[in-house]
Nanobody, 127 residues
Framework: QVQLVESGGGLVQAGGSLRLSCAASGRTFSSYAMGWFRQAPGKEREFVAAISWSASNTYYANSVKGRFTISRDNAKNTVYLQMNSLKPEDTAVYYC????????????????????WGQGTQVTVSS
């Protein structure tokens, strides 16, 4: 069982930056692939970024590529999402997710791939 707690959301002007954190409980965080998803009002949840448990592989949605960076610190049981050059269309509730995997280089982009989810943190970008 893994519990995930996101933090770092808030209100920022367009062009600004935020760093989201997702703290995980459990001793085997290093064997979990992690992902970030977001859901805007009236829209379906969408994939944002993913990272393998070894951090050797990352993957991004086209909409955030070049602006967002996913990273992790397995010693701190934490995954991060650095968001730069934020746009109003980035406004959403951001969720982190975890999935146990044997493969150190695997990452996952589907919400159905993940077993555990955080409660979400609100990111609002004003124009």
């Amino acid at each position: 069982q893994v519990q995930l707690v996101e933090s770092g959301g808030g209100l920022v002007q367009a062009g600004g930056s935020l760093r989201l954190s997702c703290a995980a409980s459990g001793r085997t965080f290093s064997s979990y692939a992690m992902g970030w998803f977001r859901q805007a009002p009236g829209k379906e949840r969408e994939f944002v970024a993913a990272i393998s448990w070894s951090a050797s592989n990352t993957y991004y949605a086209n909409s955030v590529k070049g602006r967002f960076t996913i990273s992790r610190d397995n010693a701190k049981n934490t995954v991060y999402l650095q968001m730069n050059s934020l746009k109003p269309e980035d406004t959403a509730v951001y969720y982190c997710a975890a999935r146990s995997t044997y493969y150190s280089g695997s990452y996952y982009t589907g919400g159905y791939d993940y077993d555990y989810w955080g409660q979400g943190t609100q990111v609002t970008v004003s124009s």
